[in-house]
């Protein structure tokens, strides 16, 4: 059985299938550098440490963490550390297991699923570029409120060239 790696979590294998809840569980990168990220991430006691059996269920990856292959198969991103819902404390986050329920029904034939899966994979991306977009919505409202102060500034620096060249004469 695998357990979530998360102390407040509560997954295991046992309790959770893919198909039902979309929770998946990911091992530890193998990679030393990585593998030290995540089990800060976890935010376990100091002296614990992974193992090789150490996994973390998908529900504490942001959903743009993950990436769905031209078969159908979500996976994670190499440089993904878990993020979200890591402390019982903090208020929960939409996760990708209720971004995207599963829904293959027994009648839908090989054609429908492939493009079921199609869609769900232009939803993530989807997705991805809405947040994207709304961050760089942010930006632009920043930056234009800087060229406001910019302009401002210079303005004033110019009047007060002028007046000084008026004290001079
Ligand atoms: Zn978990």
Redesign the pocket.
């Known amino acids: 059985m695998v357990c979530?790696a998360?102390n407040s979590?509560k997954?295991t294998s046992a309790k959770i299938s893919k198909n039902k809840d979309g929770i998946t569980f990911h091992r530890f990168p193998r990679d030393l550098n990585r593998r030290r990220l995540w089990e800060i991430a976890v935010n376990r006691e100091e002296e614990w440490s992974s193992t090789v059996s150490s996994a973390?269920?998908s529900?504490?990856f942001d959903t743009k963490d993950f990436y769905i292959t031209e078969s159908g198969l979500r996976r994670l991103a190499v440089d993904a550390v878990p993020s979200i819902?890591i402390s019982a404390c903090q208020a929960p986050e939409p996760t990708i297991s209720n971004l995207l329920p599963i829904d293959v029904s027994p009648t839908d034939t090989e054609e429908v699923i492939k493009l079921k899966y199609k869609v769900r994979r232009l939803e993530v991306i989807a997705e991805n570029r809405k947040r994207r977009l709304n961050i760089m919505w942010q930006s632009r409202r920043r930056l234009r409120k800087q060229v406001e102060r910019m302009k401002c500034i210079i303005k004033h620096l110019i009047r007060y060239k002028q007046d000084k060249r008026c004290e001079n004469k």
């Open positions: 979530c998360v979590c997954n973390v269920c529900e504490h819902n």
